[in-house]
């Protein structure tokens, strides 16, 4: 049954700080410019009131310390890059066959896409809810439902609903309001922008590899 409804710090620590900017805009190696700014430093220096050699091995501790947080970065993002890339070689295997994916999104167009959900109290009124992006409501009756996992097929063509982008949620008489999972054929997977590898589900569209909870293996045909 389907129902629609429209409806601050130290000035030495902060020149620190801002040491690999103002290397990066003149082009040159953090601790290349630090001795060149020591030097100037120590040849500028006034005669009578020499700086204190503690400043300057303070500074040098500064240096390292910068210098070790910056090969850290620069071995954390190599690692995520090569986490990245082992993720979508592993997953590439799976392309072309069944996976369930976390999300509160659904796309139709003419197939019939599989929700689920589960339960933690059983509800005597259950309610899948489609929201369009003008904000049109279909609600399909699902009836009384126990404890444990609700699977269901959304057939467009055989409720009405027309083809396109719908946020997912779930009314309940308890009021619980469970997790949407969505099963579709993963159809492929890449490394999106931000170095994060992102996986092309049929009934979600592109969505991050973490999203994914459940993998099903390859989809029986029948001759």
């Not at 040491?19 to 040849?43: E, H, M, N, W, Y």
């Not at 069944?98 to 589960?118: G, H, I, N, R």
């Not at 009934?203 to 590899?209: E, F, L, R, S, T």
């Amino acid at each position: 049954m389907v129902t629609t409804v429209n409806n601050q710090t130290s000035s030495t620590g902060s020149a620190s700080a801002g040491l690999p900017s103002i290397a990066s805009a003149l082009g040159g190696d953090i601790s290349d410019l630090f001795v060149k700014l020591l030097v100037a430093q120590i040849r500028n220096q006034n005669p009578l009131e020499p700086t204190d050699p503690a400043a300057f091995v303070g500074q040098l501790s500064q240096l390292s310390q910068v210098e070790a947080l910056r090969l850290l970065a620069d071995q954390g993002t190599a690692s995520a890059s090569a986490m990245a890339s082992m993720q979508v070689i592993s997953l590439g295997s799976q392309v072309g066959t069944d996976v369930t994916v976390q999300t509160s999104q659904v796309q139709l167009d003419k197939e019939p896409v599989q929700v689920d959900f589960t339960l933690s109290s059983p509800s005597t009124k259950t309610t899948l809810v489609l929201t369009g992006t003008g904000g049109r409501k279909f609600s399909i009756e699902l009836g009384t439902k126990p404890i444990g996992t609700v699977s269901t097929a959304v057939d467009p063509a055989a409720l009405g609903i027309p083809a396109g982008s719908y946020a997912l949620s779930v009314e309940t008489s308890t009021k619980e309001t469970p997790a949407t999972s969505v099963t579709g054929l993963l159809g492929n997977v890449q490394i999106g922008a931000n170095g994060a590898a992102m996986v092309l589900v049929a009934g979600v569209g592109q969505v991050p590899a973490s999203s994914l909870v459940g993998f099903h293996g390859r989809p029986i045909t029948v001759n």
